[in-house]
């Protein structure tokens, strides 16, 4: 009993001993679980704060990275835009160099616009042996001066760029090409072809980088160089009539034209030895510079050379069929007014310039538009032989003053010199349309007057008027209505 009593005892003290350890037991798995929460509670509101943290700096190391980026790559783009487009050092005006591309520039003017000009002597051969009408035989003068001058907005790019022996050297082949070609051409689509289209394409390639070169030399006496230059539009226009006139009786239209290929196989060789171009590259920029018809004056100036354009290559391929057909002038008498209308003008193709480069390049052309208008309504009173001796004189030296300033007047609104090429090649590819609708509107004209040349010559004298309007407008937006201002 005693040690029944005992065990009890003993039972009973150890029961509260394990409800005490139950109670602690249950306490720390309490607590433990109140850690666990609060930890966990802990981490879901430390987790956000350290993902904003790190968000943070990942922007800022992206932004600082961003930011280094932008300042190299502007720091390069400015390396390259300077180095592209630095402006180009001053011209020379003068020395043996500059003059050697004047020179060289003289003949590339014969070669390419003497041939040109020369057109209306073939414009007679060609109207009594083929079978179509004036007006379709003037097409082919049309599309050859057409030709030379549209593709001149590509390759003043070209020259701009550095490649003018490369640019050069395709176009006098494909002009001389052209020549030997059409020497065995008997019909119309033949000469087309030849004279027209291979000649013309020829021509262009190597004529606009030519007058380009000469402008890049000269600054103060730019004017005198480009007019000098341009005497050999004249002197070309008077020599191929003069050789065509003599070998064809002899010789044949076959070998007359050889002959003027071999000319000018000879000329375009040595322009190839000598000419060089002086400025580096321009290797980035527009082909088209589209700012520019954002200007007036440069808007003004286009359009006074495209007007009188339309005007004058009609009155030069038309001249010696007047003679002939209102006046009754045979072939060889009728080719003397060839002659006159190129060459009356290559004494004043100097004289302008030289007054331009004192006060300016359209305070000369704008008064030489004024009286070549004059001149050119004059035509309409002409009914007789010296009549039309004089008016081709005339109208040869108010046409050659304005041409001779063309290019000049183009480079004066111009104001890089690395972008003479461009903006030149512009204007004279606008000027290509005028060229090859002038000729074939004012035939038409004329055909459907019966014959007769009045309405035609009034539209002529009217385009030339619209012309000096432009050039007036231009002159007004650059310098306002003073006349005492050079410009």
Not at 168 to 189: D, E, H, K, P, R
């Amino acid at each position: 009993m005693a040690s029944q009593e005992h065990k009890e005892l003993a039972e009973e003290k150890r029961r509260p001993a394990q409800n005490e350890t139950h109670e602690s037991g249950s306490n720390s798995s309490s607590y433990g679980d109140i850690d666990a929460i609060q930890h966990h509670v802990f981490e879901e509101e430390t987790e956000p704060t350290q993902k904003t943290e790190t968000r943070e700096k990942r922007g800022k190391a992206s932004e600082d990275i961003r930011r280094t980026t932008s300042n190299v790559l502007a720091q390069v783009a400015s390396r390259m835009t300077t180095r592209t487009w630095q402006e180009p050092p001053p011209p020379p005006d003068g020395g043996m160099k500059a003059w050697t591309q004047v020179a060289m520039g003289w003949l590339v003017i014969f070669t390419t616009w003497g041939w040109v000009n020369s057109f209306g002597s073939f414009q007679t051969i060609y109207s009594s042996t083929l079978p179509q009408s004036p007006s379709t035989i003037s097409w082919i003068g049309s599309v050859q001066i057409w030709f030379c001058l549209f593709i001149s907005v590509f390759v003043g790019r070209l020259f701009d760029a550095g490649l003018f022996l490369p640019t050069f050297l395709v176009g006098a082949i494909i002009q001389v090409l052209g020549m030997f070609l059409m020497s065995i051409s008997t019909q119309y689509w033949s000469l087309m072809l030849t004279q027209g289209v291979l000649t013309g394409i020829g021509s262009g390639i190597f004529f606009t980088p030519s007058l380009a070169l000469v402008a890049t030399y000269f600054s103060k006496r730019r004017g005198l160089a480009i007019g000098l230059t341009t005497t050999g539009n004249s002197a070309g226009g008077m020599i191929y009539p003069v050789v065509v006139r003599q070998l064809l009786p002899t010789l044949g239209f076959a070998w007359t034209a050889r002959v003027l290929a071999f000319i000018n196989l000879a000329c375009l060789s040595v322009v190839f030895a000598f000419m060089r171009p002086r400025l580096p590259p321009r290797k980035s920029g527009p082909i088209i510079d589209f700012a520019a018809f954002r200007e007036l004056a440069f808007d003004g100036v286009a359009g006074g050379i495209f007007a009188t354009s339309m005007a004058n290559y009609f009155t030069f391929y038309y001249i010696a069929s007047f003679g002939r057909e209102a006046l009754g002038l045979s072939y060889s008498s009728a080719s003397i007014l060839v002659i006159l209308i190129n060459g009356a003008g290559i004494i004043f193709r100097v004289i302008p310039p030289i007054i331009a480069d004192r006060i300016g390049p359209i305070n000369v052309i704008t008064p030489v538009t004024f009286i070549w208008v004059i001149v050119a309504f004059c035509w309409l009173a002409v009914d007789n032989v010296p009549g039309s001796y004089v008016f081709t004189c005339f109208y040869g030296i108010f046409s050659g003053s304005f041409q001779c300033l063309v290019a000049t007047v183009i480079s004066s609104i111009t104001k890089r010199l690395d972008m003479i090429g461009t903006r030149i090649g512009m204007i004279f590819s606008i000027n290509s349309f005028a060229t090859l609708l002038g000729p074939p509107i004012g035939g038409a004209i004329q055909a459907a007057s019966g014959g007769k040349y009045t309405g035609a010559q009034v539209w002529a004298a009217v385009m030339t008027a619209i012309g000096l309007v432009c050039l007036i407008t231009a002159r007004v937006n650059l310098v306002g209505w003073k006349i005492l201002v050079r410009c």
